[in-house]
């Protein structure tokens, strides 16, 4: 049996000391975004939260992305956040979307009941949009019809809402989205999602 | 330093695990610890490492220890349906003391319960899931930088007291996607498990050398042959009925681990120096906790937060410490009260302790928490 002695030394707790609070109130939520995408499984919101991440992270910012969906991993609702903010982020999750969007009703009806009359909101144009919606600005943009028509794959819709997305917000600049997207597309498929972005930008009128 | 890159939690896992030299794998994926297997098939082709999926959960355990036995550093990972499965092996891996390291990336329960939605269920399944006294050391990453530096932690505290560590992550964490700064290897510090050969062919593998915790054989392989089993052994490696000696080794197999508690140990206090309510939490849930106390701080409240990191030992004496100071312990987790057990046994009559869990799959917020500080 051994009888190695216990160490003496005295135990170092990590302490992270008393710090200010912050600044204001409604200063932090300001510079906080949070964004919530939703819409069916298969349609790349995910992806679409992992290139805003991306992109904030190349802007020099604070980044959280997760999402929510059932064990299905096509069809299903889908719900992917993602929170920018110039600070550490404490809790990960969304709690009051400063911008939200919905690809599909079934998504929009399920998950606007969370809005509030500070959050902006882009819905596809095929979407009909619920008396009671609360947002400080409603959005409709052709996403899904103009990644068929345009960029000539449906499947390019998450890549033009994250255009249409950064021109309404302005998270980051197009060159820092632009790398962001390219990170994170399959290889060969660069020129198509380019175009996708391009498209996207042009859907919202500066 | 080097550049911040985004990561999820899951492949910290895997980049973390190769860093400290993981250079096998063995697992059946489910959700939510899927990724880890994803990136492990990836990556550890890459660095001349290999990848196996097993045809179970049960399997998966026993080619890690297989694996490790053989001197390779070995991980699997899987979530409470799994983690069930790989209790009788991990057993196995405490008695012949040969280190690995499990990864449970908990989801609701119990059984197949809620598969993409999170908790923290497992803390005592962690403790207590495979029979028997024996020792066990489980760490708890809160985000996805610490869960970096903590898995290779968890294969250095495995190496050196050669036994498996459990990695207890959650859903909240092991999802996540986060900006990390991977550090330059040069920084790291490294543990390998101590091996020397022994005196002679026919020597003694399982001996334990004056002053040490854990004994040094060789790696399967390498030209020296001894016997490994799951039943009370001597220094020989072979079965005993002898009291004496399962005695001996059952103690020391507990001491090596309960006995190093001040290197073995850490935790997090965060603002509790002037602290009249501490939240006490692990792992993801300190996300929210750490929101409410800078909540409940701007509305006049004097409130911090005490984060196990290591969850098994449990930091008792820092806890205790605190318990002294604060008027009330708020415990939050992911369950119906299970780190609160531990809680309550440290604190005893100290301070007040209250509890808030959740157990329906939702993730705790700022908000519930916040009321719990606040509440009289």
Redesign the interface.
Known sequence: ?????????T?E???????A??AK?DKAERTKMEIRLTGSGGQGVILAT?IL??A??EAGK??????????EARGGSCKAEVIIDEKP?????V?KPTFFMALTQKALDQYAPGLSKHCIVLLDSSLETPECLLANKVYKAPILESAIKEVGKAMTANIVAVGAINAILNLVSDEDLHTAVMSHVPKGTEELNEKALKVGMKLIKK | MGK???MQGNEAVVEGAIAAGMRFYAGYPI?PSTEIAEQSAVRLPQVGGKFIQMEDEISSMAATIGASAAGVKAMTASSGPGFSLKQENLGYACITEIPCVVVDVQRSGPSTGL??SPSQADVMQAKWGTHGDHPVIALSPSSVRETYDLIIRAFNLAEKYRTPVIFLMDE?VG?????IEIPDPKDLEIINRPVKKFAKQNGLPYH??????VPTMLPFGQGQRYHITGLAHGESGFPTNDNATAG?LV??LI??VE?????I??????????ADVAVVCFG?TA??A??AI?QA??KGIKA?MFRP?TIWPFPS??LEALSKKVKKIVVAEHNDGQILLEVQRVVKNNCKVDFVGKIDGS?L???VILSKIEEE
């Open positions: 049996m051994s009888t190695a002695k216990k160490t003496t030394e135990k707790v990590k302490k992270a000391a008393a710090k609070p912050a109130a992992i991440a991306e904030g992270i604070y980044v959280a992305q997760s999402q929510a969906y059932g064990p982020i404490g809790f990960t999750k709690e | 911040t890159v985004l959700t598969p993409t909240i999802h996540l996607r986060e900006g334990v050398e004056e002053g040490e915790w001996k103690r020391r001491d090596k006995k190093n508690y001040d290197d140990v850490q935790c997090e206090e965060v603002m509790c120096d002037d993801g996300r929210a750490q929101s800078e701080r701007e911090g990191i004496r820092e993730v917020t700022p908000p």
